[in-house]
């Protein structure tokens, strides 16, 4: 049989495991939430808001509206599928399942891989399911076109693969609550330093060195929603940051599967 | 033909010695008895064999070839001392992906499995949940999954821990079995009398060092138990010098 059969065998009770597992199913329901979330940002008529003596109508909102609830629900996805990949990979290991798959004829890099697929299987296919729900919000009630809401969807893919693979190698080595809650908050200040980038430069110390060399997850989704609030980004700049992202994603997937090979299996 | 070997072993874990310049060399077809008191050094020699941790010091070859290199363990079969079973799994899923995982496929993965739930009693129990067996049925499980596909090296450690009398006397009947058919058996026990009956070498363990090794001919004085020597050589009233199970052989 062919690793690569293997790692499709392995890989499929990664996900049967997540969905057996509480972990799934809080996955799941932290899905439902972001998506009712998203239900209760989009549900208003068109109305007036007074806002400095001025009066606007509320569905010119629309352009900010959109990114602001379609950004927020894919960074919450993209959390959804951290927390899934924390655990894994370290719940195997330290349950003591792991030793015994490992003693069959595959490499630890392959078990790697095959739960950080199991993960992300199941964080994309939540994510992208309530990503489509959002999609279809944003362009019924506010008339948004769907197709920035594609390309986020792709972003929010490759930025969820990074979360993963980084939140399982941290898990290897530290608690897995801990990991989660280094996860977090890296993500908010990638995100709060793309975020700011787009309104003024950041150039020195530390948010200046996360802007340039860190994984641009945000700035990933700015400019695949641009379209609804600015004018669309050039092809270079696009290119640039989805080099960087793919960048990431392999690097953080290689980091992973180097640092397991090297750990001693606990039990 | 060597099929494991530790040379130069040493392995720490911090400040703690867990295997101190080990030397063992086992030949194929042996079927050895890796014995000694708890925390001698006995599973971590598993684990080294298996590539779940790596020397410290020393060099380990499973069938000549590094444990990290996965075509080591082709053919392998072991039951961990600490078995943990997917809890939320079927037993029949269970042996499948572990078929799986050991190259089987199709109709040969099928015939393996079943004739795996036919020898360890556990034809009845396929489409349970793993987390809901007793202990001895996990143990056979266990055991099922060691079995599975005609292995032709076996690691068991405690393999009878949690079996009842009945489940002992099998699992002795698998594992002279395999021996009847070559297979090369490393078994880790404190049941020394279940040793006995099944191995051929032993390999006594003590403060991480080989305290003695060898055919049990070689090891046991007239008259005396397996469990009579072990007792001397670990309590040192006599020495017994080290040989490998290969050059006793």
New interface residues.
């Given amino acids: ?1 062919s690793p690569a ?2 790692l499709a ?2 890989a499929a ?1 990664a996900v ?2 997540g969905v ?2 509480r972990v799934g199913l809080f996955a799941l329901l932290f899905a439902l939430v972001v998506g009712l979330f998203a239900d209760r940002c989009t549900a208003f008529d068109a109305g007036t808001v007074m806002l400095n003596g001025r009066e606007f109508d509320v569905r010119d909102g629309a352009p900010l509206m959109g990114p602001f609830v379609f950004g927020s629900c894919a960074l919450l996805l993209v959390l959804v599928t951290g927390f899934v990949a924390c655990d894994a990979l370290a719940r ?1 290991l330290s ?3 792991a ?10 890099a ?1 078990y790697a891989l095959s739960r950080l697929a199991g993960a992300l299987g199941l964080g994309l296919a939540a994510g992208i399911a309530v990503l489509l729900v959002v999609t279809v919000l944003l362009h019924l009630r506010l008339g948004l076109d769907p197709k920035p809401a594609l390309a986020g969807m792709a972003v929010f893919a490759v930025d969820a693969w990074i979360v993963a693979a980084v939140a399982m190698t941290l898990a290897l080595h530290l608690p897995r609550v801990v990991a989660l809650g280094a996860i977090v908050l890296a993500l908010q200040m990638v995100v709060f330093t793309n975020g700011l980038h787009t309104v003024a430069s950041v150039s020195g110390g530390l948010l200046g060195a996360i802007e340039h060399y860190g994984p641009p997850l945000g700035t990933g989704l700015i400019y695949a929603l641009a379209p609804w609030f600015a004018e669309g980004v050039s092809a270079a700049d696009w290119l640039a940051v989805v080099a960087r992202l793919v960048v990431w994603g392999a690097g953080s997937t290689a980091l992973l599967a180097i640092l397991f ?1 090297r750990i ?2 606990p ?1 | 033909m060597i099929a494991l070997e530790l040379a130069g072993v040493s392995k720490r874990y911090g400040l703690r010695r867990a295997l101190e310049r080990v030397d063992l060399a086992i030949p194929a077809g042996a079927a050895v008895g890796l014995l000694g008191p708890n925390g001698a050094g006995k599973t971590t020699a598993l ?1 080294l064999l ?5 020397p410290t010091l020393g060099s380990v070859r499973l069938r000549g070839r590094d444990p ?1 290199d ?5 053919g ?1 079969g ?1 039951l ?1 001392e ?5 809890a ?2 079927t037993l029949a899923a269970f042996l499948r ?2 078929g ?6 199709g109709s040969a993965l099928e015939r393996a499995v079943d004739t795996t739930l036919d020898r360890t009693g556990l034809r009845e129990r396929e489409h349970e949940l793993l987390g809901s067996l007793s202990k001895g049925l996990a143990q056979r499980a266990g055991f099922a ?1 060691a079995l599975l596909g005609e292995p032709t090296m076996l ?1 068991l450690d405690e393999p009878t821990s949690g079996l009842d009398p009945l489940g002992v006397r099998d699992a002795r009947d698998w594992i002279r079995a395999a021996r009847g058919e070559g297979h090369t058996l490393l078994i880790s026990s404190h049941v020394l009398t279940e040793v006995e009956k099944v191995c051929d070498h032993v390999v006594i363990v003590h403060e991480g060092r080989v305290a003695a090794s060898g055919t049990l001919d070689a090891l046991l004085l007239p008259g005396e138990s397996l469990e009579d020597a072990f007792v001397r050589i670990v309590r040192g009233a006599r020495k017994t010098p080290p040989t490998t199970p290969g050059e006793a052989a």
């Fill in positions: 049989m059969r293997k065998l392995l009770d049967s495991d057996r597992n195997p349950e003591g399942t030793t015994l798959w490992l003693s069959r004829p595959i490499s630890r392959s090979r001693d299996l039990g | 684990r298996l590539g779940f941790t790596r990290s996965p075509g080591s363990r082709e392998l072991y961990p600490r078995l943990r079973l997917p939320r799994m992906l572990h799986g995982l050991s190259g089987l496929g999954q690691f």
